[in-house]
């Protein structure tokens, strides 16, 4: 049997690392040119993809490596309870950008504006993905695939457009951003090419991002609340598109 360790060390600064059952299968079910592929158990990996994704299961019987636990902890910066990781080629920014910017989008696409959390960053491309959102981009320093976010984000990467762009790179559609001072979003129907923009917790709305904004909206909260989680605002901003026929 060849060891993985070689080609995991070769190609692991150029590719996204999948941490987990989970994000390996969805990368997987999503398309993802998964390159190697390790567990510290195989029979259960497979066991559990007979329980949970079936439909993957042939394609992870053909990737996997069971690895001693002490060569998949050297391979990993936090090993995952399901003891399962892998390596997948990130998709290229530009075929990202093209399907970013396509008009007649059928689904919006979400903006990050300088996200801080890393977590967080996570969750919301795991929610775009659930709603068939055409894609997620942020602005400012943070990496949307870092393997912290690729972690919260449970592999969906694969199942959606993901990208970090400037204020001026934003893909076309109308903006409509999320600020407390906007709109009341129930009085507000989007259409599907719509760009929804959400900024940090901390801070709110970029100056650039504001001023570029179309529509200013806020979601409904109780006074002497200041915030919802981002993630929240997100999937209350998404479930409000799909009312009128999303997903």
């Known amino acids: 049997m060849t060891d993985p360790a070689g080609p995991w060390h070769r190609l692991a600064d150029s590719c996204v690392l999948l941490d987990g059952f989970h994000a390996l299968k969805h990368a997987v079910r999503f398309g993802a040119e998964v ?6 158990d195989r029979e259960a990996t ?10 993957v ?29 892998a390596l997948a080629v990130r998709p290229s920014r530009a075929a ?5 910017a396509r008009t007649e989008r059928t689904a919006p696409v979400v903006v990050l504006d300088q996200p801080r959390n890393l977590g967080n960053a996570g969750a919301v491309i795991r929610l775009a993905a659930g709603f068939g959102a055409t894609g ?3 602005t400012g320093t943070l990496d949307p695939w870092h393997p912290t976010v690729v972690r919260a984000g449970a592999g969906l990467h694969f199942a959606t457009a993901v990208e ?56 409904p909260m109780r006074p002497q609340v200041s915030s919802y989680n981002l993630a929240t605002s997100v999937a209350m901003t998404l479930y409000h598109w799909s009312l009128d026929g999303g997903v």
Do not use: C, Q, W
């Open 164 to 219: 970090r762009v400037t204020v001026e790179e934003l893909p076309p559609g109308p903006l409509f951003a999320l600020d407390p001072e906007g709109d009341d979003i129930r009085g507000t129907k989007f259409p599907d090419d719509a760009v929804l923009a959400f900024g940090s917790e901390r801070s709110g709305l970029s100056a650039d991002l504001r001023a570029r904004a179309d529509h200013l909206l806020s979601l």
């Open 46 to 55: 497979l066991a559990l993809a007979d329980e949970l994704a079936p439909d």
């Open 35 to 40: 390159t190697v592929a390790v567990t510290t």
């Open 96 to 100: 990202n950008l093209e399907r970013l």
């Open 57 to 85: 299961r042939r394609a992870l019987d053909a990737l996997l490596t069971e690895v001693p636990e002490p060569v998949y902890a050297s391979l990993v910066p936090r090993p995952h309870p399901t003891g399962v990781a």
């Open 136 to 138: 997620v981009v942020t």
